[in-house]
């Protein structure tokens, strides 16, 4: 994009212009149905720079001064960004006030991801970061464009915001671009800090009082995490983890309160989602041996307490009559040739043993992630096929989810796959840039895999290997070497045992 158009909403805003109305429906005593207010564009500006330009805008109410961040201007060097200061005043004619370079000498490589004006101080914030690199907020003068000062950030800082008593600044680290398994760096959303716990079951809450009930199991960088960061401060400190306790305290509502039976020996649980299914919530995570170690623990393991727990309220169903589905972070069956051997800690621990246990009990289908892959897999037992169904992570291409129709008299699940192709800030390009995105990361970690025991790698000779790597792995992140926009998997388990 190299046009930002202004509307007359942001108009009405900042200079007293009312916007186009209409009515709002019933309440607005007219019965209609149109919306409650149109946009009319009202002015352009143009970057100049193509496909560079206008990306993320940031206004202040006082005065109207915006500023717009853009990927690369020549004008400020080969591969530098910068960011548009304009007065918004006059919505008509936005005027440009400078052009302030974003140096990769000043804050970090990569590209301007985001920015934020102060409401009341002659300053900017801008955020500045590549994908799998750690990144940096810095500060800019508004009137003159000067260099005030710069901080740390997380892997990839992709937002950024100011308060509006303009105290405190928020970065969100997209942390993407480490590869699988890698924990994205001090600062990231998925560190295990207990303030975007209470964050995230804030948005979980108004998820579910539309209507959608929400079953919650730990990851394995979300309890007891050491990369707990608070950036805050400079250099950061550690910021508040929480505990198993505090865990199961603040998702209590997503499965932990109404539960029909809790493991005390871990965070699993039984729930029953729907009337004659039970849904088995099994705590792989070790989270227990987190402080010891000093990181957050990838591997993990279904301790011997929780299997018995397990065993015995898998009988229980088959002597009630429910049928029995599982979920757990961590794989239970092997998804492509070799996984066991290069990446041994994304499959739960004594998987064929374990496995064998809960088919015997009678658990035939699981729900696992932790890989980011969107990919299910089966296997015989002597007590009927089981199956892994593994759902991608929404925030790693192709962006999966799917959705499950069960026909519990049949003992029939259909598992339709569908993907995410356009958000708002992507409308039209979310899929190749997503995707771009994810081929960038894993070119870097592939070639440092290559080059590194035990490959040890020319670099020249890696780098021809390396696009083969990295489109297997894409691949199997789409679910197989076939990538339609939607499948659909039939699971029957067997019938119960007498």
Not at 102 to 120: D, L, M
Not at 419 to 442: C, K, M, N, Q, Y
Request: charged share 15%; aromatic share 6%; proline share 8%.
């Amino acid at each position: 994009m190299n046009h930002l158009a202004v509307a007359a909403l942001l108009a009405a805003a900042l200079a007293g212009v009312t916007p186009a109305t209409a009515h709002a429906g019933s309440s607005s005593g007219h019965g209609d149905s149109r919306p409650f207010m149109r946009l009319v564009p009202t002015g352009t500006y143009d970057t100049g720079l193509a496909g560079n330009g206008a990306e993320i805008i940031s206004v202040r109410q006082k005065d109207a001064i915006a500023a717009v961040t853009n990927v690369r201007a020549a004008s400020c060097g080969a591969d530098t960004g910068a960011v548009d200061i304009l007065d918004l005043s006059r919505p008509a004619q936005p005027k440009l006030l400078r052009r302030v370079c974003i140096a990769p000498s000043q804050t970090a490589a990569g590209a301007p991801n985001s920015v934020a004006v102060h409401p009341t101080q002659d300053y900017f914030l801008v955020v500045v970061g590549s994908s799998g690199a750690q990144g940096v907020v810095a500060a800019y003068r508004l009137s003159d464009g000067a260099f005030l000062a710069s901080s740390p950030a997380g892997i990839l800082p992709d937002s950024v915001a100011i308060s509006p008593n303009g105290r405190f600044a928020v970065v969100a680290n997209e942390a993407e671009g480490t590869g699988v398994g890698a924990n994205g760096g001090p600062g990231s959303l998925k560190d295990g800090e207990k303030v975007n716990h209470k964050l995230l079951a804030a948005k979980l809450a108004a998820l579910q009082e539309s209507g959608v009930r929400v079953f919650v199991l730990p990851g394995n960088h979300d309890v007891e995490n050491p990369d707990a960061i608070d950036f805050r401060t400079s250099p950061p400190v550690p910021a508040a983890r929480v505990t198993p306790r505090e865990f199961a305290r603040i998702y209590e509502e997503f499965g932990y309160e109404d539960a029909i039976s809790r493991d005390p020996a871990s965070l699993s649980y039984l729930a029953e989602p729907v009337p004659g299914l039970w849904l088995f919530a099994l705590d792989s995570v070790r989270y227990e041996d987190n402080r010891s170690l000093g990181e957050p623990v990838t591997a993990g393991a279904i301790r011997p307490q929780t299997l018995a727990w397990a065993t015995h309220w898998l009988g229980e169903a088959r002597r009630r009559g429910k049928v029995a589905i599982g979920m757990m972070h961590h794989g239970l069956i092997e998804h492509f040739a070799g996984q066991s051997q290069q990446f041994p800690e994304y499959l739960v621990a004594d998987r064929q043993t374990l496995g064998d246990a809960l088919a015997a009990a009678g658990l035939h289908l699981v729900f696992t992630g932790h890989f980011h892959a969107n990919d299910a897999v089966s296997r015989p037992t002597p007590w009927g096929t089981q199956y892994d169904v593994e759902t991608g992570s929404l925030v790693t291409a192709p962006s999966p989810y799917r959705l499950v129709k069960a026909d519990l008299s049949a003992r029939r699940f259909g598992i339709a796959t569908s993907r995410v192709t356009s958000i708002p800030s992507h409308p039209a390009d979310f899929v190749p840039d997503s995707t771009g995105f994810l081929v960038s990361g894993l070119s870097g970690i592939t070639m440092a895999q290559l080059t590194s025991p035990p490959f040890n790698l020319p670099p020249a000779v890696a780098a021809q290997i390396a696009p083969l790597v990295v489109g297997g792995f894409v691949a199997h992140y789409a679910g197989d070497e076939v990538a339609p926009a939607a499948v659909t998997l039939t699971v029957t388990l067997p019938a119960p045992e007498r």
